[in-house]
């Protein structure tokens, strides 16, 4: 089936630890972002890329790193330098006009 | 600068229509988005408005949209309480997608 997959569903972090969430799309879509949500509220752009080697910032990218090596992948590092990373985040990929396709989530909680 | 805002919550009976509303800043927004959110997952597209329509229907969904305005809506006819959940609009900018803060529907019977 194609979609957006992301993973883990859960995610612990201990203080100062960096983390790693993945994402991976079979839609053959040029662009993907990450999205941060918290409870309550809306989502906010963290990272996003058009195209494979290419990325930029978003609304609130301090403390957080992206890589985009392949087109089907773009994973999110959520760094020690992020304060209060304690969220639910969201991943997507999209192809003009389609609109965006999510993946379930990953629940981050610092411990 | 870009912001699309929403109310936060919305509740109607069922069998009511449901009307979500949204307004955008960016005039040169291409297409305009709806998506749900159900409880711990991640948003489900329900429909799409290109910026040269005034007017989509889709089965229950109606898509309005006033460029003059920039305000966009959501009608829900025959509300379930299966469509309890967050709505969000999002417009598409030269290079991402900007969400609304979301609007919280609850169906009561």
């Known amino acids: 089936d194609g979609g957006i997959t992301q993973s883990p569903k859960y995610l612990f972090r201990k203080e100062g630890q960096n983390v790693t969430l993945s994402c991976e799309q079979n839609l053959n879509h040029d662009a993907m972002y990450w999205y941060r949500q918290d409870p309550g509220q809306g989502l906010r752009l963290i990272y996003y890329s058009q195209i494979v080697n290419d990325f930029q910032k978003g609304d609130i990218a301090e403390g957080y790193s992206v890589s985009r090596e392949k087109k089907e992948s773009f994973p999110l590092t959520v760094t020690s330098a992020q304060k209060n990373p304690t969220a639910f985040y969201l991943c997507a990929s999209s192809e003009i006009p389609g609109g965006a396709f999510f993946g379930q989530g990953t629940r981050l909680t610092v411990v | 600068g870009e912001d699309v805002e929403q109310s936060l919550f919305l509740s109607v009976r069922e069998g009511d229509s449901s009307v979500i509303n949204c307004t955008y800043t960016?005039?040169?927004?291409?297409?305009l988005y709806w998506y749900k959110q159900e409880p711990g997952a991640g948003l489900q597209l329900l429909t799409y408005?290109?910026?040269?329509?005034d007017m989509k229907q889709d089965q229950r969904l109606t898509v309005l949209l006033n460029k003059k305005d920039k305000h966009l809506s959501l009608r829900i006819a025959d509300t379930q309480t299966g469509d309890s959940a967050i709505y969000f609009c999002a417009e598409f900018e030269p290079d991402k997608l900007i969400f609304g803060t979301g609007t919280r529907l609850q169906v009561f019977p």
């Open positions: 960016d005039s040169s927004s291409t297409y």
């Open positions: 408005i290109f910026s040269n329509m």
